[in-house]
């Protein structure tokens, strides 16, 4: 029994992971095609769409209006993508409640552990995923609502591009608690549970004891970068938040279970 409880408690991980990669992927699409439709509404691809409607119009029909055409079929895509990217978060959401169900049917080390393999797993795609999309628009007399620029934004990519930028302050604090210490925290955790046994295990106990207080830091870190990065472009006009952010959150939120459940463990070996 319990090596059936250790092939399902793998299988869902596995399950996890997949459809946080999958995920991944329609989040990457979706981000890509409204970079195209960014580039195809910027005043030179209005422009051109007038001109084309200018052309179909004179034409009666015969010529097609390909600017037209084209922004149709990336708009079908971006929905597409976008539909499907939620739809396997919720999928990934749903898989990790079951797991958090089965995980009572396991051992206390066993169920922490399971718990802290689906930490990291929610905090890498929290870290690699987007979780802004920035868009600027302008409406301009005869070509109409124009795009200025576009932007897509995650935690690692948003980290080079302020350093790039010089922000050396904003890039360091955000790496360090929002990726360095995370991570740490995590694999620390993980390395915990499979030494428990340890004497020196025992002097963690108090570190855990002392982690909760800080357990929201990530999210009041993150809540900063998201302020920051809207303020830092004065004239954004929609700001869309992605799926980078649902993960880092659900990392969070496992993460202070795993702490506290790890706690116990600890607290269980020593009694």
């Given at each position: 029994?319990?090596?059936?409880?250790?092939?399902?408690?793998?299988?869902?991980?596995?399950?996890?992971?997949?459809?946080?990669?999958?995920?991944?992927?329609?989040?990457?699409?979706?981000?890509?095609?409204?970079?195209?439709?960014?580039?195809?509404?910027?005043?030179?691809?209005?422009?051109?769409?007038?001109?084309?409607?200018?052309?179909?119009?004179?034409?009666?029909?015969?010529?097609?209006?390909?600017?037209?055409?084209?922004?149709?079929?990336?708009?079908?895509?971006?929905?597409?993508?976008?539909?499907?990217?939620?739809?396997?978060?919720?999928?990934?959401?749903?898989?990790?409640?079951?797991?958090?169900?089965?995980?009572?049917?396991?051992?206390?080390?066993?169920?922490?552990?399971?718990?802290?393999?689906?930490?990291?797993?929610?905090?890498i795609y929290g870290l690699i995923n987007p979780i802004l999309m920035?868009?600027?628009?302008?409406?301009?007399?005869?070509?109409?609502?124009?795009?200025?620029?576009?932007?897509?934004?995650?935690?690692?990519?948003?980290?080079?591009?302020?350093?790039?930028?010089?922000?050396?302050?904003?890039?360091?604090?955000?790496?360090?608690?929002?990726?360095?210490?995370?991570?740490?925290?995590?694999?620390?955790?993980?390395?915990t549970l499979f030494f428990h046994q340890h004497p020196w295990s025992r002097g963690l106990?108090?570190?855990?004891?002392?982690?909760?207080?800080?357990?929201?830091?990530?999210?009041?870190?993150?809540?900063?970068?998201?302020?920051?990065?809207?303020?830092?472009?004065?004239?954004?006009?929609?700001?869309?938040?992605?799926?980078?952010?649902?993960?880092?959150?659900?990392?969070?939120?496992?993460?202070?279970?795993?702490?506290?459940?790890?706690?116990?463990?600890?607290?269980?070996?020593?009694?």
């Open positions: 029994m319990q090596h059936l409880r250790k092939l399902i408690i793998l299988i869902l991980l596995f399950i996890l992971s997949y459809f946080g990669y999958v995920t991944y992927q329609y989040a990457k699409s979706y981000e890509s095609s409204t970079s195209e439709i960014a580039s195809v509404c910027d005043a030179n691809g209005l422009a051109s769409g007038k001109i084309d409607t200018f052309t179909t119009i004179i034409s009666l029909g015969l010529v097609k209006n390909e600017h037209k055409t084209i922004l149709k079929k990336l708009k079908t895509k971006q929905l597409d993508m976008k539909q499907k990217s939620k739809q396997y978060l919720y999928y990934f959401i749903a898989t990790l409640g079951m797991l958090l169900l089965f995980s009572f049917s396991c051992s206390l080390r066993g169920a922490t552990l399971s718990l802290s393999f689906a930490t990291f797993i929610s905090l920035v868009t600027i628009h302008k409406q301009v007399e005869y070509l109409g609502d124009v795009i200025l620029s576009f932007e897509s934004k995650g935690i690692i990519g948003s980290i080079i591009k302020l350093f790039d930028n010089g922000e050396l302050a904003v890039a360091i604090t955000i790496f360090l608690f929002s990726v360095l210490l995370p991570v740490l925290k995590t694999l620390t955790l993980t390395f106990v108090l570190f855990f004891k002392q982690i909760g207080k800080w357990s929201m830091i990530d999210v009041f870190v993150v809540a900063t970068f998201l302020v920051y990065l809207t303020s830092n472009n004065g004239g954004v006009s929609h700001a869309e938040i992605q799926a980078g952010l649902y993960f880092f959150l659900i990392y969070v939120l496992l993460s202070m279970v795993t702490a506290i459940q790890t706690q116990k463990v600890l607290e269980e070996k020593q009694a």
